[in-house]
């Protein structure tokens, strides 16, 4: 049922991550028509007393769009908010009366109710409970109730398939929407269009042709006023074992059967599930010098903020190529990208000058790109040869076209019932699976972080195990976006 009276509840509406992602994405697809008045109502329910307008200022800050002050106030004014605290029956039973209200309201008689959790996960227990028991849509109306929830879920293999199962048994998989945001990043959705469309890549992606593969995620700034909550998970929790975790399952699975989210989901479990343990000697964790300066990280922390891990996977494609999954914080710079390394050409017959290797550079952030570096005939006299590249930068490419947010794209997604996007139960507990090990030996000290300078490439011993594993460098080649004239 994608028609008809919409309510979108946002828990925890006065939280940043409400103010900075949830309100803006909603917007945008206000901005866009997706959105309509007369059929879209938000609500924002948190603890503060606050009124409509006073969460409507708030957010409005966070409001910068192309489009006019006044689109700008018509969007504030689908917004009501209502306060309540997240574990009474009080504040839901308002908050299903506010939503009833509106529905009797509205002529379509169908009722369909999304609850956004932009909420700490202590409490995902208590509120997925109490919208069980006030706010799901009334039996008599056409709809649906869908909750969408946000990581962290859990810290390990235990605590993810308790929350699981507690969320388990007051929905069905079909209501619960795992978010990943980097699922609904531009590139990554390419990913399966890349593989499977290109006749181009299908007989090279496998281990006869492909040397190793990085997923690679730095930020150039530190934890700044978070790292409260930072240090209760560290690097591999908040970056690795999810973001990188789902783009390594595009990267790496098997053709699906079909584009069903069932079918694709299915063959990003199994990849899941082939990669070997980790070894202890093919982890590089690493904390930036300053960390520890935050007086809300504890003065002993061993916190890991940068992590380079090589998963192995077991199976007939990747046997023997490492993944060197690669994240850090306080960085030299802030990208997020895919280097697919092929192996060296047999028999070279340029031996004057050692080649680069062929890599396939996929750009996620910034700058979207996709470009492939290869080696040419350097264009004079002279036979010599150079590293170059095939490039696709989509903002030469496609100029004109606004690429979307990524929670902007997966909220229409909730709307529309299309899982595809998000993350199953057995795929997160195939995530926590590979990492759980790993994570109980940092969180007992077994495995020991190295400092680092804040902006610079993070810890050297990543760069010397990216090399052991076989990642090779180009030595005097930088590719440079191209910029518009
Ligand atoms: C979040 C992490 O999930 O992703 C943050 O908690 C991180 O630590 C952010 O900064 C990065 O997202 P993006 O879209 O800016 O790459």
Redesign the pocket.
Request: no cysteine.
């Given at each position: 049922l994608e028609q008809g009276c919409l309510s979108i509840v946002v828990l925890g509406a006065s939280g940043d991550l409400a103010k900075k992602k949830t309100f803006p994405a909603l917007y945008h697809l206000f901005e866009q028509g997706f959105l309509q008045s007369g059929e879209v109502h938000i609500f924002g329910y948190a603890r503060s007393n606050l009124s409509d307008d006073g969460l409507r200022e708030r957010i409005r800050g966070y409001l910068k769009g192309a489009s006019s002050e006044e689109h700008i106030s018509e969007f504030l004014q689908l917004i009501k908010y209502v306060s309540g605290s997240y574990d009474s029956g009080e504040g839901f039973d308002n908050l299903n009366k506010e939503i009833s209200e509106y529905e009797k309201s509205n002529e379509s008689g169908s009722s369909r109710r999304l609850f956004y959790l932009a909420l700490p996960p202590s409490v995902y227990p208590s509120v997925c409970k109490m919208i069980r028991t006030y706010c799901m849509n009334p039996t008599s109306r056409a709809g649906w109730t869908r909750v969408i929830v946000e990581?962290p879920f859990g810290k390990d293999l235990d605590t993810s398939e308790e929350l699981s199962s507690q969320l388990g048994e007051l929905f069905e998989e079909d209501q619960l929407y795992r978010i990943d945001?980097?699922l609904g990043?531009e590139l990554v959705q390419n990913l399966l269009v890349l593989r499977f469309a290109n006749r181009l890549f299908l007989p090279l992606w496998n281990r006869d042709n492909v040397d190793n593969i990085q997923i690679v995620?730095r930020?150039d700034f530190g934890t700044e006023g978070r790292g409260g909550y930072?240090d209760q998970y560290g690097i591999i929790r908040?970056?690795i074992q999810?973001?990188l975790l789902q783009v390594f399952c595009l990267v790496a699975m098997e053709k699906p059967v079909s584009l069903k989210p069932e079918h694709i989901r299915d063959e990003k479990v199994k990849v899941l599930q082939s990669v070997n343990p980790i070894k202890d000697e093919e982890v590089v964790l690493g904390q930036y010098e300053g960390y520890k300066d935050d007086p809300t990280v504890p003065d002993d922390s061993n916190t890991p903020t940068f992590a380079s891990v090589v998963l192995r996977v077991h199976n007939e494609r990747w046997e023997g190529v490492p993944f060197i999954l690669k994240a850090g914080?306080a960085l030299n710079s802030r990208k997020?990208e895919i280097r697919v390394q092929f192996k060296d050409v047999p028999g070279d017959i340029f031996r004057c000058k050692k080649q680069g290797r062929n890599e396939f550079v996929i750009r996620l952030?910034p700058s979207e790109s996709m470009y492939m570096k290869l080696t040419v005939k350097k264009p004079g006299l002279e036979m010599a040869t150079e590293q170059s590249e095939l490039d696709l930068s989509y903002g030469m490419r496609y100029q004109t076209v606004k690429i979307p947010e990524?929670y902007e794209r997966l909220i229409l997604d909730t709307i529309r019932g299309d899982q595809q996007h998000f993350v199953r139960r057995d795929e997160l507990k195939a995530a926590w699976q590979i990492f759980t090990p790993l994570l109980h030996d940092i969180d007992a000290g077994k495995l020991k972080t190295v400092p680092y300078q804040p902006g610079s490439r993070g810890p050297k011993e990543a760069d010397e195990l990216s090399e052991k594993v076989g990642y090779m460098q180009t030595h005097g080649y930088i590719w440079i976006p191209p910029t518009l004239k």
């Open positions: 990581k945001h980097y990043k995620f930020e930072f908040d970056i999810n973001h914080k997020a952030q990524a």
